[in-house]
């Protein structure tokens, strides 16, 4: 059973409800994908780690894992719907191209990879949710030499996810400018998804300060990058815009798909550096991410985007990425 808690800047994260008495007895192996939970009786997620599934209270990883120590390692996030898993495949190729670009051997090939994510999912009984894979350099010394780590380490987290309230999924999002500006791609390249996050932190740290939802993030340029979590269109006059990847954006799984969305519409989409100044005058904007899924924005640093509410381009694009995801992906009961 998991629970719905807000925070300060009106996200809204999925946690899991854990009662005194339950967090004190003993952890029991939840393997069975047939086992069925007893209502009000917090259900223990199973885990992938290192080839084997685990009961999450045994889910441990060592001290000096460079992943923890350094930030050593790569994740991907990915959705699941109606018992399908959406853009597995493109997740796949990313993952494995960070990994490449940080020299980082993932131990186990894709087909295996492939179906150890399906069976997490399966063994949690879940047909809609969230994955988390993570791969990590893996245990070393208290050295930076990543040499030491002799085997990599892959974790597995099937479970549910809720970024935003229902209220503020259908209204839209207040976006603000952060002064953290995004990481360029001469120092820690945006486009290899790693397990530093803590620049993407520190922006959601001044959403939050300021009563936000979502920080807009420029780079060394002023031009618009993404948001903390996700990547930022705009359109005017009928046409989206988005920023490059070369402006500090990550190469999106959602990013791509509103790209095949527009093209099904028949609406213009260019890769364009944006400003602050364009976000303001946009007649609409919207966010997209694997966790966020397509959401729109009305209000950008106190001003009023379009009318205020999400607009029609937006919410065609929202009612057509719900039915991509209920209709398509990598079958998991099958």
Same mark, same amino acid.
């Given at each position: 059973?998991?629970?719905?808690?807000?925070?300060?800047?009106?996200? @809204?994260?999925?946690?899991?409800?854990?009662?005194?008495?339950?967090?004190?007895?003993?952890?029991?192996?939840?393997?069975?994908?047939?086992?069925?939970?007893?209502?009000?009786?917090?259900?223990?997620?199973?885990?992938?780690?290192?080839?084997?599934?685990?009961?999450?209270?045994?889910?441990?990883?060592? @001290?000096?894992?460079?992943?923890?120590?350094?930030?050593?390692?790569?994740?991907?996030?990915?959705?699941?719907?109606?018992?399908?898993?959406?853009?597995?495949?493109?997740?796949?190729?990313?993952?494995?191209?960070?990994?490449?670009?940080?020299?980082?051997?993932?131990?186990?090939?894709?087909?295996?990879?492939?179906?150890?994510?399906?069976?997490?999912?399966?063994?949690?009984?879940?047909?809609?949710?969230?994955?988390?894979?993570?791969?990590?350099?893996?245990?070393?010394?208290?050295?930076?030499?990543?040499?030491?780590?002799?085997?990599?380490?892959?974790?597995?987290?099937?479970?549910?996810?809720?970024?935003?309230?229902?209220?503020?999924?259908?209204?839209?999002?207040?976006?603000?400018?952060?002064?953290?500006?995004?990481?360029?791609?001469?120092?820690?390249?945006?486009? @290899?998804?790693?397990?530093?996050?803590?620049?993407?932190?520190?922006?959601?740290?001044?959403?939050?300060?300021?009563?936000?939802?979502?920080?807009?993030?420029?780079?060394?340029?002023?031009?618009?990058?993404?948001?903390?979590?996700?990547?930022?269109?705009?359109?005017?006059?009928?046409?989206?815009?988005?920023?490059?990847?070369?402006?500090?954006?990550?190469?999106?799984?959602?990013?791509?798909?509103?790209?095949?969305?527009?093209?099904?519409?028949?609406?213009?989409?260019?890769?364009?550096?944006?400003?602050?100044?364009?976000?303001?005058?946009?007649?609409?904007?919207?966010?997209?991410?694997?966790?966020?899924?397509?959401?729109? @924005?009305?209000?950008?640093?106190?001003?009023?985007?379009?009318?205020?509410?999400?607009?029609?381009?937006?919410?065609?694009?929202?009612?057509?990425?719900?039915?991509?995801?209920?209709?398509?992906?990598?079958?998991?009961?099958?």
């Amino acid at each position: 059973m998991l629970t719905k808690t807000s925070t300060a800047g009106g996200a @809204v994260i999925d946690e899991p409800v854990r009662s005194e008495a339950a967090a004190k007895a003993p952890a029991k192996p939840a393997l069975d994908t047939q086992s069925k939970t007893a209502p009000g009786q917090a259900r223990e997620l199973t885990i992938y780690l290192d080839g084997k599934f685990v009961p999450e209270a045994e889910a441990k990883v060592s @001290v000096f894992d460079h992943g923890l120590l350094y930030g050593d390692g790569i994740f991907e996030g990915i959705r699941f719907y109606n018992g399908r898993v959406f853009r597995l495949e493109e997740h796949l190729e990313r993952l494995w191209d960070s990994a490449r670009s940080i020299c980082l051997e993932i131990p186990i090939g894709r087909g295996e990879m492939t179906e150890a994510l399906l069976e997490t999912i399966r063994r949690n009984d879940l047909r809609e949710g969230y994955i988390r894979l993570i791969v990590t350099r893996g245990v070393g010394n208290l050295g930076l030499n990543p040499t030491q780590c002799k085997r990599p380490s892959i974790i597995i987290i099937a479970t549910t996810i809720a970024l935003y309230s229902k209220e503020v999924c259908e209204k839209g999002l207040t976006v603000v400018t952060c002064a953290t500006r995004r990481t360029g791609a001469a120092a820690l390249n945006p486009a @290899v998804k790693s397990l530093n996050y803590l620049n993407n932190v520190m922006a959601r740290i001044e959403a939050n300060l300021a009563g936000a939802d979502e920080a807009l993030m420029l780079n060394d340029a002023g031009n618009v990058a993404e948001c903390t979590a996700d990547n930022v269109f705009i359109i005017k006059r009928g046409q989206i815009f988005t920023p490059p990847i070369s402006a500090g954006a990550l190469r999106g799984i959602t990013r791509s798909v509103a790209f095949d969305i527009a093209a099904e519409l028949g609406i213009k989409i260019t890769e364009t550096d944006l400003t602050r100044h364009d976000v303001f005058v946009a007649d609409e904007c919207f966010l997209t991410g694997t966790a966020a899924e397509v959401i729109p @924005v009305v209000k950008a640093d106190g001003r009023t985007i379009g009318t205020g509410q999400p607009g029609s381009i937006t919410l065609r694009m929202i009612s057509r990425f719900r039915e991509m995801t209920r209709e398509t992906g990598t079958p998991i009961f099958a």
